[in-house]
């Protein structure tokens, strides 16, 4: 123990040592989380030629960093200008946005910055001492579970409803319809793809992310004069605003532990990701809220919640890649292939032979958030002016980036009218009372289910009772069901003791 405990002080300072790669890193990766299109992942591909030209550790390194920043990074658009840069920050919008809209978009960015630094570099000390535990979680994690862990996100539906029943849940069916365009996992089957074979694979997410986000929001800040509303104070960006958010989140420490802990737990799960990550933290912090009603109006808490969780993903995603070599996610999945490239081997032995390594990419991810705490924090005060920006300028350049976005995954120009055909109807839902946030839900976690509901009967014979076949199964349907419960019985509570008129 007190070998390991040297060592891990040894890697830590020799982490350190490579702050000229981790500060760079740091920038490059807001830039790329910050553009809806991009990510950790396609930068690196880009990048593969620079990252194996290095050596193991420096490679490392820059990976690691930019996986982390890119990740936190998503969210400062999701904030203030309500545009996720990947479906890891779709959940960021529903309070962050209306913190930026009421003038408090840099209370919004400290206290983003400040729930994602804690919450990953809280979940990476923990992945670092409970790897070989963590690492069991996937082998329990089967289709039947995960069509539970699934409905959890599916029941934010839910929560959105209780504002109005009927077109919350009628939001909510559109996206999961939209979510099952595409050929069916079975028999390969077009579904609703009206000829285009552009659609066969299903409907692209980014496009779908940007449209029903950022394009439906420029239609509807252009009748404006800035994002910020009318009745909000306008006042210059200050340091007190700043050091207000920072204390917000860390009075709110227990918040940022248990949802960035959900993160861990779903992160290990091998393609999960940080979008179910976010939307169940979501889902859980409002349900377990004393106040759920303040959710979806700047309300803190909603804030951490997805940030913590989706910030405790990227620290989940490497402990399958280093103990069992199964790739968390696409990023993980990159760096196998460059780290395979410099000849490292993964499994329980790899802590042995190369612990420096094995050891070293927690430890660059600790030490990268550490940095990210010093060098983006101060940034909030700066980023906060987008809000002030005119919308005359600003709702044709939000449409320009986000149409490019929504080109870059695939490169086809299909997807860019996709993304404005999701852009009118996001404006169109949004002039009508409905929630664009349920609609997405059911377009990213829809297909999802249905695959691993598919591969349930499958295994089963076709047997409906597979979904209560598992002891974890069943122990998450009863959590699931208590969280659907939990807030109609404090609903229930709360107008009881209004009603209640205490005796004179």
Sequence with gaps: MGETASLLV????????FWWVIIPTIFLGLIVGGIPGFSAANTIIILMPLTLAMDVETGIVFMVTLYCAARMGAGIPAILVNIPGTAGAAATPLDGYPMAKAGKGQQALSISFVASCIGGLLTTLIALATMPLLARV???????EMIVVMLFGISLIASIA?????????AGFLGLMIGSIGTDVVYATPRGTMGFLELYDGVPLIPALVGLFAVSEAFLIIEKRVIISEDAE???PNWHDTFEGVQIALSRWWHIVWTSLIGLVIGVIPGAGASIASFVAYQQSRTYSKTPEKYGTGHPEGLIAPESANNGVTSGTLVPLLVLGIPGGATAAIMLVVMQFHGVGFGPSLFQRQPEVGYGMFMAMAVAYLFMFFTILPLSRYMSHVTTVPTIYLAPLIISFTLVGGFVPREYMFDMYLALAFGVLGYIARR??????AI???VILGPLLERYFLLALKKSGGDITVLFSSTLGNILWIALAISLLLPVWFERRRKRQATEVPAE
Excluded at 10 to 17: A, D, K, L, M
Excluded at 432 to 437: C, I, L, P, R
């Design 432 to 437: 009508t009372g409905y929630h664009v946030a």
């Design 10 to 17: 040894e890697v830590f300072f020799h982490t350190i040592g």
């Design 162 to 170: 209780a504002q109005d029943m009927v077109k919350g849940l009628i």
């Design 138 to 144: 996937g082998f329990y994690m089967h289709s039947v």
């Design 440 to 442: 997405l839900i059911g």
């Design 234 to 236: 306008p006042k210059s």
